[in-house]
C-alpha cells in the first residue's frame, strides 16, 4: 500500500486554523491590506 506524502506547505492548511486560513488570504490581498491600514489610521485620529 503507498502512503500519499504531502509538502509542508500543504500540510499547514490542513491543521491551521479558520483563523490562520483568513490571514493568509487576506494579506495576500494587497487592497484589503491597504484598505485596512487606512481605516486604521482614522481610528487613530
Do not use: C, D, N
Request: hydrophobic share 60%.
Amino acid at each position: 500500500m503507498a502512503t500519499l506524502v504531502l509538502p509542508v506547505e500543504e500540510q499547514r492548511v490542513f491543521v491551521a486554523s479558520q483563523w490562520q486560513l483568513m490571514w493568509w488570504r487576506f494579506r495576500k490581498h494587497r487592497l484589503a491590506v491597504a484598505s485596512g491600514i487606512v481605516v486604521l489610521g482614522f481610528y487613530g485620529i
